[in-house]
């Protein structure tokens, strides 16, 4: 038998100790070798290779996706999803059959896929892909099609994936908005979530959860949704949702953001939300995920696929939807009046430009990150609805460059954090020009005074700022709220520069995965 393993077994202590005393001997320590002693016992034991695996996925417990093959049926491959395990993806081809973690494996030999279910496992072989439960019900699976190309999963004339989906934001945001805008009545168009009148009036709290990158995009969501559609929005990140009793109801959406739509605590965060009664959404990157699959309504992120690591055209894309989500809820709530309406959605059709403008800005950023390269640490501070920004850019600093990084909200730092500052913690300061903006100078100026080398991220002719930063990266003058999706552009790519010039991997840093499938 060989076995291909993601997740964790967690009962494997126990099926371990029934293997040792049949007389098994184990070669290692893993849990994934209890998965082959387990199908060849089956096998010893006069069950065919299909039994075999049904037998053994069904006695294994936690998040698990398993594929097994034998030695004597070399032509067929048999492969379980257990749990909330990441994703399998059958491709169906013309005389071949593919299986995959994610879709961008695949996309050069098939656009045609099949999402493999929790406990559901499916028998391969080069003429035929056959899905049944765990229980041995014969499933039908339904076929779709993935729009996007395998060119957009190359890395075309970029060094790095992560270089390339940085770019990619001037398309991917065009794209969000495309079909989803009436610019001439100043509406927005979401059918995939299924949103109605009656539902929007009756929604009377939101939560948010999310991992990471998209917990952060969350929390610039909180402000959208509060100042829009004036609905309390809270956001708990995934792996602590459902450990937090969650006060759910009929009249609670959780909202979940996930590029993946595989992330294990998202996914434990939405069944913790199904669970209680609650609305679920989902705003998913990844067609066909189950973080799609299992929303009461969804936003697809308009972006293709993201394969660096570090993630950031499935940021950005998320803010946009989130606004745009904002509107629309405002709108059937009666929260907001016409003209307020059409001046926001007026606002959208600035940001694809908004983004290209700081995508300009790469050679002095570039130079900027050379002065940076050997820094220990970092300290990024932001206010208001800019704030989430500064934890963003701090994390994409931290997870590509290692170096340690800190976002904090710029009005706590006289509760502590100012002690850290002297001439060798450089201070990044997200200063564009929006309410919090005089606050952020102030910022500016007690960092100066203890030393500090501040690096501001600032509106383009301001002066104030100029005059008193060490480096200024430049952004385009932008509506506030939509200020973000800007703000984080030239912090996705000092980062992304500051680990080039170490000569680290950006698109593979040390001990991350793309999707973290398991807890
Ligand atoms: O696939 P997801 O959006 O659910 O992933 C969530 C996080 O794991 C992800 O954003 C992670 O924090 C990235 N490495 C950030 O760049």
């Known amino acids: 038998m060989v076995v291909v393993h993601n997740g964790i077994v967690e009962n494997f202590l126990e099926l371990k100790d029934e293997l040792t005393s049949e007389g098994i001997v184990f070669n290692s320590d893993t849990d994934t070798e209890t998965i082959v002693h387990l199908a060849e016992n089956h096998k010893a034991s006069g069950a065919g290779f299909e039994e075999a695996a049904r037998r053994t996925f069904n006695q294994i417990e936690g998040a698990n996706v398993v594929l097994l093959m034998s030695i004597e049926e070399p032509d067929k491959i048999i492969a379980a999803r257990i749990g909330n395990a990441g994703g399998v993806v059958l491709g169906i081809g013309e005389n071949e059959n593919y299986l995959a973690s994610d879709i961008p494996a695949i996309l050069e030999h098939t656009r045609k896929v099949i999402f493999l279910e929790s406990r559901q496992m499916a028998v391969v072989t080069r003429d035929g892909i056959r899905i049944e439960t765990l229980d041995g019900q014969v499933?039908?699976?339904?076929?779709?099609?993935?729009?996007?190309?395998?060119?957009?999963?190359?890395?075309?004339?970029?060094?790095?994936?992560?270089?390339?989906?940085?770019?990619?934001?001037?398309?991917?945001?065009?794209?969000?908005?495309?079909?989803?805008?009436?610019?001439?009545?100043?509406?927005?168009?979401?059918?995939?979530?299924?949103?109605?009148?009656?539902?929007?009036?009756?929604?009377?709290?939101?939560?948010?959860?999310?991992?990471?990158?998209?917990?952060?995009?969350?929390?610039?969501?909180?402000?959208?949704?509060?100042?829009?559609?004036?609905?309390p929005v809270e956001v708990v990140i995934g792996s602590e949702f459902r450990y937090s009793d969650p006060i759910v109801d009929e009249n609670t959406v959780v909202l979940?953001?996930?590029?993946?739509?595989?992330?294990?605590?998202?996914?434990?965060?939405?069944?913790?939300?199904?669970?209680?009664?609650?609305?679920?959404?989902?705003?998913?990157?990844?067609?066909?995920?189950?973080?799609?699959?299992?929303?009461?309504?969804?936003?697809?992120?308009?972006?293709?696929?993201?394969?660096?690591?570090?993630?950031?055209?499935?940021?950005?894309?998320?803010?946009?939807?989130?606004?745009?989500?904002?509107?629309?809820?405002?709108?059937?709530?009666?929260a907001i009046d016409e003209k307020t309406r059409r001046e926001l959605v007026a606002d959208l059709r600035l940001v694809p430009d908004l983004a290209g403008r700081v995508m300009d800005t790469e050679a002095e950023i570039e130079k900027v990150a050379h002065t940076l390269k050997d820094i220990r640490g970092c300290l990024y501070l932001g206010r208001g609805i800019n704030m989430p920004i500064a934890y963003e850019g701090a994390l994409k600093l931290k997870e590509i460059s290692y170096i340690h990084a800190e976002g904090y909200p710029a009005g706590e730092m006289k509760h502590g954090p100012i002690a850290l500052i002297d001439e060798e913690m450089p201070v990044l300061c997200l200063a564009p020009k929006d309410p919090w903006h005089e606050k952020m100078i102030s910022q500016i100026q007690q960092a100066k005074a203890r030393g500090g080398t501040v690096i501001a991220v600032a509106t383009e002719g301001d002066e104030l700022v100029k005059g008193m930063a060490d480096h200024v990266l430049w952004i385009p003058e932008a509506p506030w709220m939509l200020s973000p999706v800007v703000t984080v552009l030239p912090l996705q790519m000092l980062a992304y520069h500051i680990a080039t010039i170490r000569g680290l991997d950006v698109d593979q840093p040390r001990n991350l995965a793309k999707s973290v499938t398991v807890e």
């Not at 499933?139 to 790095?160: C, L, M, N, W």
């Not at 270089?163 to 059918?191: S, W, Y």
Request: hydrophobic share 45%; proline share 3%.
């Open 139 to 231: 499933v039908q699976p339904e076929i779709h099609t993935i729009s996007f190309d395998a060119v957009s999963a190359e890395k075309g004339e970029y060094r790095h994936f992560m270089q390339k989906e940085i770019h990619e934001q001037v398309r991917a945001l065009t794209d969000t908005l495309a079909g989803r805008i009436d610019f001439k009545e100043g509406r927005i168009r979401l059918p995939e979530l299924k949103l109605t009148p009656e539902l929007a009036k009756r929604i009377q709290r939101i939560y948010i959860t999310a991992c990471g990158t998209a917990a952060y995009a969350g929390m610039v969501g909180k402000y959208l949704i509060e100042k829009i559609a004036r609905i």
């Open 256 to 334: 979940a953001i996930s590029q993946s739509g595989e992330t294990a605590d998202t996914l434990a965060a939405m069944e913790e939300g199904r669970r209680k009664g609650g609305i679920l959404w989902s705003i998913v990157n990844a067609i066909g995920s189950q973080a799609m699959r299992i929303a009461d309504g969804y936003i697809a992120m308009q972006t293709g696929p993201e394969i660096g690591v570090a993630s950031t055209k499935a940021f950005t894309a998320p803010l946009v939807d989130q606004y745009m989500l904002a509107i629309l809820l405002a709108n059937m709530r009666g």
